[in-house]
């Protein structure tokens, strides 16, 4: 079957802008899409074969074409720019629908999708925020940009407001120098206190998401307190439900959340975390223009639960880490997972945020992480298309926090944000060392390449990688210390230690 999906490259374009993109994917796949024949039927003399779909993309309204063109079948992330500047901005989006069909005369061969355009009015107070559905980042914009989009890795904690914020600007002021750019205050609500932290957190340009976990579910509180943060400068997304699936909430109560807000505030994303590995996936995940996930694997008892006191197994018993064997690897075995969900439901995907394990304090984990399995952590969840870390909870400052911060220091900036946002990862694999994982990251001429070793002990053989891409030179290594060496399209490690971890750029 041929399937054909359309989305716009960015979730929201506005007036200040005069082009937009989208993007046309014609795969050819077992479960979804329609009937694709490659082959002439008896009667008919064409003998070129189907391999181009010809298609318009028209504003169902007014049926006025915006994109006319061709893409070859059995192809992805084609895009195609389109002028903004014959619609009129608006707070409700347009509907686009493609019509596709092949270049030559096969019959009863015709594909139809659709999808939404966001065209809005430029605001002119607080943030505007918008997700790349190409790579998978964001993009923000607010006064201190002058209005102009820029890209951003969010990077931080949850933490309680009442806690180790305490309503206080010195807190929030540590926490950001410590190297986070992003926050999600667990605060109450109503809490007049609430509008000096969102000054504070504003006036160190810390963007943060609004957390309604004790509330979504009431509607007509989530409507009371969109204007509490829809408006501010360093606003970043709203979040909704925490752990849905596990609480087992109402199957639709995410979405219902998610429709209110698109309504009351189409200039910023939705979000939500689930902890499952896999239980109505698809219904909490509606709820989302982003997915987050939290598994905690590190100091867990994969059998047993030390909180319930019973045995734990594929469908009974909580040890703090749905259906994870208690390795760090259990981070991108859920990644993966979400990733092959939305292909399995004919979706197009939804960027992934990994919410990593801190300090807990919890009786479920034995220990906390140590800061290398913290760093392999961090590492992996990027080489697995995680496009942001937020991780649970920031309580005080420890080395264990301080290490986190030493990473975000590190991924939120040039050059290390411009390939983890501007393209997507690559796996590569190594001969004989099954526990190292690594990709790599493309932009222009550059590659950079992420590995994290999930073995605990290092090895003093050469390490080597063979690449699709000819590489001239080592441009530099960002992050970590390995000794690394290049030959032709081999990239080669001297060694390596224990839970190892590297960002290393190359010049093609």
Request: with cysteine; charged share 20%.
């Given at each position: 079957?041929?399937?054909?999906?359309?989305?716009?490259?960015?979730?929201?374009?506005?007036?200040?802008?005069?082009?937009?993109e989208?993007?046309?994917?014609?795969?050819?796949?077992?479960?979804?899409?329609?009937?694709?024949?490659?082959k002439?039927?008896?009667?008919y003399?064409?003998?070129?074969?189907f391999?181009?779909?010809?298609?318009?993309?028209?504003?169902?309204?007014?049926?006025?074409p915006?994109v006319?063109?061709?893409?070859?079948?059995n192809?992805?992330?084609?895009?195609?720019?389109?002028?903004?500047?014959?619609?009129?901005p608006?707070?409700?989006?347009?509907?686009?629908?493609l019509?596709?069909?092949?270049?030559?005369s096969?019959?009863?061969?015709?594909?139809?999708?659709?999808?939404?355009?966001y065209?809005?009015?430029?605001k002119?107070?607080?943030?505007?925020?918008?997700?790349?559905?190409?790579?998978?980042g964001?993009l923000?914009?607010?006064?201190?940009?002058n209005?102009?989009?820029?890209?951003?890795?969010?990077f931080?904690?949850?933490?309680?407001?009442?806690?180790?914020?305490?309503?206080?600007l010195?807190n929030?002021?540590?926490?950001?120098?410590?190297?986070?750019?992003?926050?999600n205050p667990?605060?109450?609500?109503?809490?007049?206190?609430?509008?000096?932290?969102?000054?504070?957190v504003n006036?160190v340009?810390?963007?943060?998401?609004?957390?309604?976990?004790?509330y979504?579910?009431?509607?007509?509180?989530?409507?009371?307190?969109?204007?509490?943060?829809?408006?501010?400068?360093?606003?970043?997304?709203?979040?909704?439900?925490?752990e849905?699936?596990?609480?087992?909430?109402?199957?639709?109560s995410?979405?219902?959340?998610?429709?209110l807000?698109?309504?009351?505030?189409?200039?910023?994303?939705?979000?939500?975390?689930?902890?499952?590995?896999n239980?109505?996936?698809?219904q909490?995940?509606s709820?989302?223009?982003?997915i987050?996930?939290?598994?905690?694997?590190?100091?867990?008892?994969?059998?047993?639960?030390?909180?319930?006191?019973?045995?734990?197994?594929?469908?009974?018993?909580?040890?703090?880490?749905?259906?994870?064997?208690g390795?760090?690897?259990?981070?991108?075995?859920?990644?993966?997972?979400?990733?092959?969900?939305?292909?399995?439901l004919?979706?197009?995907?939804?960027?992934?945020?990994s919410v990593?394990?801190?300090?807990?304090?919890?009786?479920?984990w034995?220990?906390?992480?140590?800061?290398d399995?913290?760093?392999?952590?961090?590492?992996l969840?990027?080489?697995?298309?995680?496009k942001?870390?937020?991780?649970?909870?920031?309580?005080?400052?420890?080395?264990?926090?301080?290490?986190?911060?030493?990473?975000?220091?590190?991924?939120?900036?040039?050059?290390?944000?411009?390939?983890?946002?501007?393209?997507?990862p690559t796996?590569?694999?190594?001969?004989?060392?099954?526990?190292?994982?690594?990709?790599?990251?493309?932009?222009?001429?550059?590659?950079?390449?992420?590995?994290?070793?999930?073995?605990?002990?290092?090895?003093?053989?050469?390490?080597?990688f063979?690449?699709?891409?000819?590489?001239?030179r080592?441009?530099?290594?960002?992050?970590?210390?390995?000794?690394?060496?290049?030959?032709?399209?081999?990239?080669?490690?001297?060694r390596?230690?224990?839970?190892?971890?590297?960002?290393v750029?190359?010049?093609?």
């Amino acid at each position: 079957m041929l399937h054909v999906q359309l989305t716009t490259r960015h979730s929201i374009y506005v007036s200040s802008e005069s082009t937009g993109e989208l993007i046309v994917d014609a795969g050819l796949s077992y479960i979804h899409g329609a009937t694709y024949t490659n082959k002439t039927p008896a009667g008919y003399n064409e003998t070129s074969p189907f391999d181009t779909l010809q298609f318009d993309v028209r504003l169902e309204e007014t049926n006025e074409p915006l994109v006319t063109a061709n893409v070859a079948i059995n192809t992805t992330a084609n895009l195609f720019q389109f002028d903004l500047r014959t619609l009129e901005p608006r707070l409700t989006p347009y509907n686009l629908v493609l019509y596709g069909a092949p270049v030559t005369s096969y019959p009863n061969q015709s594909y139809t999708t659709t999808t939404e355009l966001y065209y809005l009015p430029e605001k002119i107070k607080g943030s505007t925020v918008k997700i790349d559905n190409l790579d998978g980042g964001m993009l923000v914009a607010n006064t201190a940009s002058n209005r102009t989009f820029e890209p951003f890795l969010p990077f931080g904690f949850y933490t309680s407001c009442d806690g180790y914020l305490n309503y206080s600007l010195a807190n929030v002021t540590t926490y950001r120098d410590l190297g986070f750019n992003a926050i999600n205050p667990v605060c109450a609500y109503p809490d007049g206190g609430l509008t000096d932290l969102f000054h504070w957190v504003n006036s160190v340009g810390l963007w943060y998401q609004y957390d309604m976990r004790n509330y979504y579910l009431n509607l007509s509180s989530v409507k009371q307190q969109i204007p509490l943060a829809k408006d501010e400068e360093y606003f970043l997304s709203w979040y909704t439900a925490d752990e849905p699936d596990g609480t087992e909430d109402a199957l639709n109560s995410t979405s219902l959340a998610y429709d209110l807000l698109k309504r009351e505030d189409p200039y910023h994303p939705t979000s939500l975390v689930l902890n499952c590995y896999n239980f109505h996936f698809e219904q909490y995940a509606s709820g989302a223009d982003y997915i987050m996930t939290d598994p905690y694997p590190v100091g867990i008892n994969a059998t047993w639960s030390r909180r319930w006191n019973t045995t734990v197994d594929e469908t009974y018993g909580d040890c703090g880490c749905d259906d994870c064997v208690g390795e760090l690897r259990d981070v991108s075995r859920r990644l993966d997972a979400f990733v092959d969900y939305q292909d399995w439901l004919g979706k197009s995907q939804k960027p992934l945020w990994s919410v990593l394990q801190g300090s807990i304090r919890e009786d479920y984990w034995a220990r906390d992480p140590t800061v290398d399995e913290t760093w392999a952590m961090q590492v992996l969840s990027f080489i697995h298309k995680a496009k942001a870390i937020m991780s649970w909870d920031f309580h005080e400052v420890t080395p264990l926090n301080r290490a986190h911060g030493a990473m975000a220091k590190v991924v939120t900036q040039s050059p290390v944000s411009d390939f983890l946002l501007g393209s997507q990862p690559t796996q590569i694999y190594s001969e004989n060392f099954d526990l190292l994982e690594a990709a790599y990251w493309r932009v222009g001429d550059r590659l950079m390449v992420g590995i994290a070793n999930m073995d605990f002990v290092g090895t003093t053989e050469p390490v080597r990688f063979e690449l699709t891409i000819n590489a001239s030179r080592i441009a530099g290594q960002p992050w970590g210390s390995v000794e690394w060496e290049l030959t032709n399209k081999s990239l080669i490690a001297r060694r390596l230690e224990g839970l190892a971890t590297s960002f290393v750029i190359l010049n093609q």
